[in-house]
């Protein structure tokens, strides 16, 4: 799955007027400038991490490491067996 150049620019140009990110002007390559988060956005990241690894760790207590590894591990082979069957289905 992927995501067109355009659809990023929209969610930047968004991320922009919520004063999340700004732009910084690109020496080497004038038509696209750099985005860089701002004190705004890098305040909201952080909010939003410590908000998702609180979560995170609610979560998984109670289970054990190896219960854990075993899903991730279950995840990460049905996952590989997702993109194979993407790939012959556009075959």
């Not at 998984?60 to 996952?79: H, N, Q, Y």
């Amino acid at each position: 799955m992927g995501i067109s150049r355009q659809a990023v620019q929209r969610l930047v140009n968004d991320m922009a007027k919520d004063h999340l990110v700004g732009f910084k002007e690109n020496r080497s390559d004038l038509r696209a400038d750099f985005v860089v988060i701002s004190k705004i956005g890098r305040s909201t990241y952080l909010k939003a991490h410590d908000a998702s690894q609180d979560f995170t760790n609610q979560l998984g207590a109670g289970f054990k490491t190896t219960e854990l590894k075993s899903v991730l591990s279950i995840i990460d082979r049905m996952e590989m067996k997702f993109d194979e069957l993407m790939i012959e289905a556009k075959d």
